[in-house]
């Protein structure tokens, strides 16, 4: 059966000419490698380095922080039933992880906080202090009456 422009209608049982695209897997010593030469790359060649490869940025992200937890080698896998390696979900992270990460989170910003906080008073010493010696050398320029 064809339709008015020629062409197989999508029941007719022809053979799709684009199979479908399969998911890439990386081994995790590539994954470390590509995160290592990341890292080291000046600011300017780091996109060079994700065209060459191939690869998107949340790549490098995902693989740093699957590094940075030590789950690099289980990265995007789990283990089924059988035994074999099939594509999951991203890996759970476990209570005392995102604690770690709250505080740590919470760390910055009392720092940041704290930063402010000295900097601010170090401007109302060095203010206090100028007044002071406005004051004082207000006082000196005044004439003095003679009673």
């Not at 081994?27 to 191939?54: Q, T």
């Not at 930063?115 to 005044?142: C, F, P, Q, V, W």
């Amino acid at each position: 059966m064809s339709t008015s422009s020629g062409k197989q209608s999508a029941s007719g049982g022809g053979v799709d000419p684009a199979p479908k695209p399969s998911r890439r897997v990386f081994s995790p010593e590539y994954k470390l490698a590509m995160v290592a030469e990341y890292e080291n790359a000046p600011n300017g060649e780091k996109g060079a380095i994700l065209r060459r490869e191939g690869l998107y940025s949340s790549h490098i992200i995902e693989w740093t922080r699957a590094r940075d937890a030590g789950h690099l080698g289980h990265v995007g896998t789990q283990k089924t039933d059988a035994g074999t390696v099939a594509a999951g979900p991203r890996m759970k992270k476990s209570a005392e992880q995102i604690e770690l990460e709250k505080l740590r989170r919470q760390n910055e910003k009392l720092q940041a906080d704290l930063k402010k906080t000295r900097m601010a008073l170090d401007i109302m010493g060095k203010a206090h202090a100028l007044l002071e010696e406005l004051s004082e050398s207000a006082d000196n320029d005044l004439p003095r009456k003679n009673s």
